[in-house]
């Protein structure tokens, strides 16, 4: 998505163009940075970056955070540089404008748009943006998205962090004794860029080179490489849906929690699908940088360069004298119209591509595709499995559910047996995971056989007669089928009863349960919802008796 115009300047020539051009944001990266004299340093290596590009000649003061503007200057480039001064900060931003006749490549013309800002707020930590855009063809796709090298310029020499974790221009590195804390970031609430996981394998080789990643990626994702230890730990912690292992490679993208975990928005790359490394990196940088031009990807409001240059425009200015000098109503005037013709080119030159409506949509419909990448597989396993196992000669048996070995095992049994009519959420199987016990574990794989076998059906048949029987099955291994609350809607007021499920709040209104008190060795409970649309049981929590006085 871009904003098109039917006809604008040529910032390298200053020539109007008549064909219609389109502008379109590539990426945005912001971090803060906490080396001592960072705002200086920054600015200092954003004009060294900027000056070859520029081409022309940048004054000495530039580097120590001067303003400039070699707009209009000959054979130079346009570039411009602002600062605003406050009593409790400062604020510098650049703009630079690179103009490709595609000649060399042979890529259609283009005007490559570079916004920077350097933020120096009292008590705070200084703050670096960078913003690349384009404007060209409308039918120009053929681009690939990066961010600007300075980004990864700027990491090489400053140390920087990002949702409370430094962030460099190579991977980090996680090993066994890191895993609790690398846990702790995925599933931060607060987290606002996304995690780049690669897992090693066992012959200590990845699916492609981290550090490669990070080069490319740094500034706007977190990356980080797992030892085989590692790996191991985190399946053991997470469970093997939400964790990676084995050379695979995994996105873990912000807003994940452990009662929020749809696997499927957090692709798992297994193989590389024919791919080059480089292709696969691009790939990536397909998926993510396009996340970085939301708002919540950033801490505060990403500064644009037009805003800082027309607040700066409107400041008063100080005499020679250090007295303070008011700038008069029609120089006011006439800055406010020039800021105005520059806000709306900048606007143009980076106009967001995705607001968070195209996002959503955009992240829901890449998790259903993986789902349904998932659902084939399970399918070919089942086929493969029945037609070995089966003769010919009597295709009307049905191929016998394979026993659950444990409750590492339950998330391969479930989709391998369960599928198709009952889904366990992640924090289910976390819970399984974590606090069931073995003792119950053949009456919790009976009773999930009986909900499949006899309860789903019976529920979505609608039959008395069939639901009485599901519920006979049920009470005979000492299970009940019963509301949560004794006024049922009671359920809704507490957050422990509710998943996250179809990227929506689902309340579980209701429960099987077994037995009495919280010991797991000799009670149960499956908290769970009904999923009428797509006639299924969803269950949301299980085994442990959700912690409150007030329950059924």
């Not at 006011?332 to 968070?356: K, T």
């Not at 009986?450 to 639901?467: C, F, G, M, T, W």
Request: net charge negative; proline share 5%; charged share 25%.
């Amino acid at each position: 998505m871009g904003l098109t115009i039917n006809s604008t300047t040529n910032f390298a020539s200053g020539r109007r163009a008549a064909t219609a051009r389109i502008a379109r944001p590539i990426s945005r990266c912001s971090f803060n940075l906490t080396d001592t004299a960072a705002f200086e340093k920054t600015i200092e290596a954003c004009v060294e970056w900027m000056a070859p590009k520029a081409g022309g000649n940048l004054p000495v003061e530039a580097l120590r955070g001067a303003p400039f503007d070699l707009v209009g200057q000959y054979q130079a480039n346009p570039c411009r540089a602002v600062r605003l001064d406050v009593p409790d900060g400062s604020v510098w931003a650049a703009w630079l404008s690179e103009f490709s006749d595609g000649t060399a490549d042979g890529t259609p013309p283009r005007n490559w748009i570079t916004e920077l800002f350097v933020e120096r707020r009292a008590g705070e930590m200084v703050r670096f943006g960078a913003q690349l855009s384009f404007l060209g063809r409308p039918d120009d796709r053929d681009f690939i998205l990066t961010r600007p090298r300075l980004v990864r310029n700027i990491l090489e020499v400053l140390s920087a962090e990002a949702d409370g974790q430094p962030m460099q221009e190579v991977p980090a590195q996680i090993g066994e004794a890191d895993v609790h804390e690398f846990e702790a970031l995925v599933y931060s609430q607060g987290r606002r860029l996304p995690i780049i996981a690669l897992s090693q394998n066992a012959d200590g080789n990845y699916l492609v080179n981290p550090l490669q990643v990070a080069r490319r990626l740094s500034g706007a994702a977190h990356v980080a490489e797992l030892d085989v230890n590692a790996s191991w730990a985190l399946t053991k912690s997470v469970g093997k849906q939400m964790s990676v292992f084995g050379g695979a490679v995994r996105i873990y993208m912000p807003g994940l929690t452990t009662d929020d975990e749809e696997r499927f928005r957090h692709p798992l790359f297994l193989y590389p699908l024919g791919m080059r490394a480089a292709q696969f990196i691009d790939m990536l940088a397909s998926r993510l940088l396009p996340l970085t031009l939301r708002d919540v990807a950033h801490e505060r409001p990403f500064l644009r360069f037009s805003e800082v240059r027309a607040a700066a425009a409107t400041m008063p200015t100080r005499t020679g004298g250090g007295q303070v000098e008011r700038i008069s109503d029609l120089e006011l005037a006439n800055s406010a119209l020039s800021q105005r013709v520059e806000a709306l080119e900048a606007d143009l030159q980076s106009a967001d591509a995705l607001n968070d409506d195209e996002v959503k949509l955009r992240l829901d419909v890449e998790a259903r595709e993986e789902e349904l990448k998932n659902e084939i597989e399970i399918l070919k396993r089942r086929l493969t499995a029945a037609m070995s196992a089966r003769p010919a000669t009597v295709p009307e048996e049905e191929v016998p559910a394979r026993e659950l070995e444990s409750y590492e095992d339950l998330p391969e049994w479930a989709e391998e047996v369960l599928a198709g009519s009952v889904v366990i959420m992640q924090p289910a199987l976390r819970d399984c995971r974590k606090t069931g016990s073995d003792n119950m574990l053949r009456r919790l794989e009976s009773v999930l056989l009986i909900l499949k076998n006899e309860y789903v059906p019976a529920r979505r048949s609608k039959s008395r007669e069939d639901r009485a029987a599901a519920d006979a099955s049920l009470q005979r291994l000492g299970f009940e089928d019963t509301p949560c609350f004794a006024t049922r809607d009671d359920a809704s007021k507490w957050s422990q009863y509710s998943v996250v499920y179809k990227g929506r709040r689902t309340v579980l209104y209701d429960h099987f349960k077994n037995g009495n008190g919280t010991d797991n060795s000799s009670q149960a409970r499956i908290y769970y919802h009904w999923d009428e649309e797509d006639g299924a049981l969803v269950i949301g929590k299980m085994p442990s008796h959700l912690p409150n006085s007030h329950t059924n």
